[in-house]
């Protein structure tokens, strides 16, 4: 398969996606899923993404599609569930719903504000490997002037789809790094997980 590229720079993106680092043991085994349908699923994401930071739109255009984006590639219910953290098991079936709306919604205008900032790299898909219960699309991201930086993407069909549930940066944990921002912000509600709901829909 062809290498896939993004136009990207190093500052915007360590911004939006970095903070953490304990990782986080979740899919069960991917009996369906095999290492170049998952590299398949990396690829087209990239490249859904390269199109909309490359299209002209203006942001809240953008925002609506990186959130359609996020939406067809990635876990978001699972990935929603481990941000919430130990919160998680307290909720009700309705904030569960409403917080996983929230947080796509939510993720998409995060990441699209930095997607936007993105200049004069890409992104190069370089191989797949299958890693205990799930599998490792593994890339390096090129940028000028830069030396170049490691990233990894962790796909697997425990949703009964191939969809990717996290990234890691120079060894760097995405779902960790959500999990302790949006545990930070759950601190400041003293744990209303209504509130939590609110303050991200204005985030």
Do not use: C
């Not at 360590?14 to 398949?40: E, F, H, Y």
């Not at 993720?107 to 797949?128: C, D, H, L, P």
Request: aromatic share 8%; net charge positive.
């Amino acid at each position: 398969m062809a290498n896939d590229r993004l136009i990207i720079t190093r500052r915007g993106f360590g911004i939006g996606l970095v903070g953490g680092a304990a990782a986080l043991a979740m899919p069960l085994p991917a009996a369906a899923l095999t290492v170049d349908q998952a590299r398949a699923l990396v690829g087209k994401a990239v490249a859904d993404v390269n199109a909309t930071i490359n299209s002209g739109k203006s942001a809240s255009a953008m925002y609506g599609d990186f959130e359609r984006i996020f939406a067809r590639y990635a876990d978001v219910p699972t990935i929603s569930r481990s941000a919430l953290g130990p919160a998680a098991r307290g909720a009700s079936r309705a904030q569960l719903t409403a917080f996983t709306t929230a947080y796509q919604s939510y993720i998409a205008r995060k990441y699209g504000a930095r997607f936007r900032e993105f200049i004069g790299g890409q992104i190069e898909v370089t191989g797949a490997r299958a890693v205990k219960s799930y599998f490792e699309v593994i890339s390096v991201a090129k940028l000028r002037g830069q030396a170049p930086f490691d990233l990894r993407w962790h796909v697997s069909d425990k949703s009964g789809k191939d969809l990717f549930f996290n990234i890691i940066i120079e060894g760097v944990n995405m779902l960790a790094s959500e999990r302790t921002e949006i545990g930070a912000m759950l601190d400041r509600r003293r744990g209303d997980i209504n509130g939590l709901i609110e303050d991200m829909k204005s985030a």
